[in-house]
């Protein structure tokens, strides 16, 4: 069994820039881990990259698949998703990912309600936030949201500040720009995980931020980790 980041009780800060790219069983793909308890079945946080005419065979996601397409052109027979893609394959969907030009993603594996069968494609690139209620120098563009987690990317304009409280735990990555949170500075393709009754408070740099955030489904975790150690 693989543990990265095993302890959920933790703050986690991982440059995902700064990681080696280590290979996975299928040629041309290789990830950065961020978190995973499991062997290659496992519940799992990871940085993917796909090598131009890579391809996985065609699979089951017993567990559920969520992902965010940070760059080039993510494939399977449902369509062409380019960056800024994000994706819901709920648990029992399945699919042969591949690309053709080359891709880079932040998957995450087995933290579906085992329920869930609600598919998300959405084109986040072309979708308009909205000005947050509480901060206004953030504005807020809602992904997901269900009666466990939430799902959202924030629009931080510079030296934006928010404080979050998380009761259920959170994670963010940024995607464009940097924020500050606590005493470490975030950028691009940084990732912060923080545990159950957490609260978050960031600053965007000179430049602003843009992040991605998934708050609730840390309470959830203990359940996820049996899930897969019975699959």
Known sequence: MIKVA?????????????????????????????????????RATSIVRYAPGSEFSPHVH??????????????????SFPTGSYIR???Q??????SEVGCVMFVKLWQFQPDDRTHIRLQTDFMAGVKHPDYHNVAVTPLYKDT???VSLL???????MSLTVKGGAELLVLEGSIEEQADTLVKHSWLRVPINSE???????????????????????????RVKNA
């Open 155 to 161: 629009h931080f304009e510079p030296e934006g500040e």
């Open 148 to 150: 466990l987690e939430e």
């Open 62 to 79: 017993t567990g559920g698949e969520e992902f965010i397409v940070l760059d080039g052109v993510f494939q399977d027979e449902h369509g």
């Open 6 to 42: 095993e302890n959920f009780n933790q703050r986690v800060v991982v440059h995902s820039e700064s990681l080696q790219w280590v290979a996975s069983p299928m040629p041309g793909v290789e990830r950065r881990m961020l978190d995973r308890v499991g062997g290659e079945v496992a």
């Open 200 to 226: 978050i408070k960031a600053k965007a740099g000179n430049n602003g931020a843009k992040i991605w955030i998934k708050s609730g489904h840390l309470i959830d975790v203990e359940h996820q980790i049996t």
């Open 93 to 98: 969907s399945k699919h042969q990912p591949s």
């Open 89 to 91: 394959n709920p648990p």
